[in-house]
């Protein structure tokens, strides 16, 4: 079935670090893939998306590249700032039957000033 | 500012008692979903619907109910039937729930039991 594996935190960076958050899935067909942000006490928002292979997802900084090959769609951003402190979730969505994302447990990011 | 709004912030359950949950959309969304996320795990999908006047069963629907008698809305109630309901409950939109669409999340809901 659909599943996705993120790393497991928290991960705690200095400000200004290269931050990179793994995560890899299980699918059938071609879902499009999601990275969503939820701070403390939130909703999740969008953070980027890629919908096909070899895309490339951006937004404030942070990447994300669909890699078909590995199954995987890390997140990195080249400098974390204290504000970026939160939890962030991968995510795809099914393809088939019913449409519904599946999503990963979130990795907690804890940025230090 | 179009959006989602869900009410309460917080909600107390007594013992043996049905609580709703509001969920309110003005994107003119089609599709509606209400998700339940628990400490250090993914969100589930509890109860979908693409269309006014219908729904269906996610992964975890039992102790729960909905209806979506208009498109804005698409109120969640947690019955006595659940059994733990302490959690954090988030209710969100996409255009028509069809692939590549960005689901669009409200500010949640937290359900404490007392």
């Known amino acids: 079935g659909n599943s996705v594996t993120q790393m497991e935190g928290p991960v705690t960076l200095s400000e200004e670090a290269f931050l990179t958050i793994n995560c890899t899935y299980t699918?059938?067909?071609?879902?499009?893939l999601f990275w969503y942000v939820q701070y403390p006490g939130e909703g999740l928002q969008l953070l980027l998306k890629a919908t096909k292979a070899d895309d490339k997802g951006s937004n404030k900084g942070f990447e994300a590249t669909y890699r078909k090959e590995t199954t995987s769609f890390h997140l990195e951003k080249g400098s974390v700032q204290v504000s970026d402190s939160a939890v962030y979730f991968c995510a795809l969505d099914t393809t088939s039957g019913t449409y519904k994302y599946i999503f990963g447990t979130g990795t907690r990011l804890k940025v230090l000033a | 500012d179009g959006g989602i709004t869900q009410s309460p912030k917080y909600l107390f359950r007594k013992e043996g008692q049905n609580v709703t949950l509001s969920c309110e959309q003005n994107?003119?969304?089609?599709?509606m979903y209400w998700y339940r996320q628990d400490p250090g795990q993914g969100l589930r999908l509890i109860y979908y619907s693409q269309i006014v006047n219908d729904f269906q069963k996610g992964d975890i629907a039992e102790g729960y109910s909905v209806s979506r008698e208009k498109k804005e809305s698409f109120p969640l109630t947690v019955t006595s039937a659940q059994k733990n309901p302490t959690a954090f409950y988030l209710c969100?939109?996409?255009?028509?729930?069809?692939?590549?669409?960005?689901?669009?999340f409200g500010p949640g809901t937290r359900l404490l039991v007392l």
């Open positions: 994107l003119n969304h089609d599709a």
């Open positions: 699918a059938t067909g071609y879902p499009s």
């Open positions: 969100a939109s996409s255009i028509r729930g069809r692939a590549g669409e960005t689901q669009y």
